[in-house]
Structures are given as structure tokens and as C-alpha cells.
């Protein structure tokens, strides 16, 4: 694995997506109304962060039309508020601080018909709505343990959102 994650976080990857006018996909979360994140997801057993993006995105959204741009060279971490690392723990089987992700810029090059928030059908609906945000506005509307992340993936891929 490119570089491995720090001890005691999950591996995960976060996809920050960009439509032809380079804004950024987001989805309110099923179990957190009003939560708008990027996609992001468990990097599994001996799979690469490059390998599990395009995987991730696909389970999630339905989306296969998709080019990776660019990469977070780093792993960014959060770690879990209480209740939640709780939660996720029974979930996991296995107790993590938090996760530690590795960002990707991709492309989104289909249409949007083939946006499906019910997945591929191989994991279950993670979310209730998408649209398209500027990068600004996906802070705004983060969950304050990802928002310091995303400030990050958003700094890193600065030059081709702006371009």
C-alpha cells in the first residue's frame, strides 16, 4: 500500500468528484439528515487506495464514468467522536481511533442519469440525496470532525478545482 496509514485508524479513501465546471459531488447521508459529505469508504485487505476509490465510488453513487486527476500524497486522518468510534466498533469488530483516508481528485465524465444513490446493489444506500457544491460550501456544510480534512483535500487540489 502507497505509504501506510497511521496505527489504529481505519484505511479509507475519499473521493472529491468535480462535474465539468469543477463542482464537488456531495450526498446527505441516510442516517444524518443534512450531513453533506463526499463519498469516502473502507480500503479493504490488500487493496490499493486507487483500486478501492474507484471501487468506493461506484458502490456508493453508481458512478463508473470517472478519471483520476490527482491524489492527497499524505494520509489524512479524524478520529471518531465517542458514541460513534462505540458504534463503529461492534459495527468493525475492531476498535479504531478514526480513519485515516487518502484523498483523490476524479473527473466526472458521464451524465448524470447514471447517478444512483441506491449503488451498484452490493452495499446498502448510504444516502438520501446528491447535488453539486462549491468547495466553500462543502466546508460549510461538513460535520466538524471531517471539516479540517476537507480544508486540506480542498488546499491540495486547489490548483486544478481552479484552474
Not at 505509504?3 to 468535480?18: D, H, I, M, S, T
Not at 446527505?28 to 487506495?49: C, D, F, I, K
Request: net charge negative; hydrophobic share 40%.
Amino acid at each position: 500500500m502507497e505509504g501506510e496509514p497511521p496505527a489504529g485508524y481505519r484505511p479509507n479513501v475519499g473521493v472529491c468528484l468535480l462535474n465539468s465546471i469543477n463542482e464537488v459531488f456531495v450526498a446527505s447521508r441516510l442516517n444524518l439528515p443534512g450531513a453533506w459529505q463526499m463519498p469516502q469508504g473502507g480500503v479493504e485487505e490488500g487493496e490499493e487506495p486507487r483500486a478501492a476509490v474507484i471501487r468506493e465510488l461506484q458502490e456508493e453513487t453508481g458512478i463508473k464514468s470517472a478519471e483520476i486527476v490527482a491524489e492527497v500524497p499524505q494520509w489524512l486522518t479524524y478520529d471518531f467522536a465517542p458514541h460513534v468510534k462505540e458504534k463503529l466498533s461492534r459495527l468493525w469488530g475492531r476498535e479504531w481511533k478514526g480513519q485515516a483516508q487518502k484523498w483523490f481528485l476524479l473527473k466526472f465524465i458521464g451524465d448524470e442519469n447514471e447517478i444512483n444513490l441506491a449503488g451498484d446493489g452490493t452495499e446498502a444506500a448510504e444516502f438520501s440525496e446528491w447535488k453539486w457544491m462549491q468547495p466553500e460550501q462543502v466546508i460549510e456544510h461538513a460535520v466538524d470532525n471531517k471539516r479540517p480534512v476537507y480544508e486540506q483535500v480542498f488546499k491540495t487540489f486547489a490548483p486544478y478545482i481552479n484552474s
